[in-house]
């Protein structure tokens, strides 16, 4: 199974300039533990100490918002998911 992950373009350094990476597994979770496999810097950038999505993360499967439980969401064969950062300020 290849699901595709969408990098946001402030982390592409991680990713050695790669705008999508080819990750395998049957939920969100479990794709963004593949990716952080392949690019380990990265996890930094997504995840805290606990292992829970970052609130400057939004995550989309297909264009549409996996909220509220992101992680666990399922993916199938052909999916794309999109991280964006979201902005914040003051």
């Not at 050695?16 to 479990?30: C, L, N, P, S, W």
């Not at 989309?60 to 969401?73: C, F, H, I, R, T």
Request: with cysteine; proline share 2%; aromatic share 8%.
């Amino acid at each position: 199974m290849s699901i595709t992950v969408n990098i946001h373009k402030s982390w592409r350094q991680y990713t050695g300039g790669r705008a999508e990476v080819a990750v395998t597994g049957k939920t969100v979770g479990a794709c963004l533990d593949d990716l952080v496999r392949q690019f380990p810097e990265i996890k930094k950038e997504i995840f805290d100490e606990k292992g829970t999505v970052l609130n400057v993360v939004e995550i989309y499967v297909n264009d549409e918002s996996a909220w509220p439980d992101e992680l666990a969401k399922k993916v199938s064969d052909g999916d794309e998911i999109y991280m964006t950062v979201k902005l914040a300020g003051g």
